[in-house]
Nanobody, 125 residues
Framework: QVHFVESGGGLVQPGGSLRLSCTTS????????IGWFRQAPGKAREGVSC???????DYADSVKGRFTISRDPADDTVYLQMNMLKPEDTAVYYC???????????????????WGQGTQVTVSS
């Protein structure tokens, strides 16, 4: 059975950093793509980043240059390093299996079968 558990969220000031972790069980990072999504109150869920089974990572324009996704296949954990955080990054962040879609030079991400329960990130002074 597949389980994803996110951690690392919290309250941070604008310009600060956080690192989110997604610990997986019953799942192999070298078998499927996994990524991060977020949902702010009153807004639609947004795909943030997706990394393939071979380690190719893509990002939404809203986070490019500030967020970095990485993975540790040894313990099947995925990370999201978030730097230069802005108030508009405030949301519940979820990890999920994903699919990357590209239209022109922009990337979009679809969540697929498995999701974690989410971790709250609040950026505020």
């Amino acid at each position: 059975q597949v389980h994803f558990v996110e951690s690392g969220g919290g309250l941070v000031q604008p310009g600060g950093s956080l690192r989110l972790s997604c610990t997986t069980s019953g799942f192999r990072l070298d078998h499927d793509a996994i990524g991060w999504f977020r949902q702010a109150p009153g807004k639609a869920r947004e795909g943030v980043s997706c990394i393939t089974s071979t380690g190719i990572a893509d990002y939404a324009d809203s986070v490019k240059g500030r967020f970095t996704i990485s993975r540790d296949p040894a313990d099947d954990t995925v990370y999201l390093q978030m730097n230069m955080l802005k108030p508009e990054d405030t949301a519940v962040y979820y990890c999920a299996t994903c699919r990357t879609l590209k239209f022109g030079d922009k990337y979009y991400f679809e969540g697929r079968d498995y999701w974690g329960q989410g971790t709250q990130v609040t950026v505020s002074s």
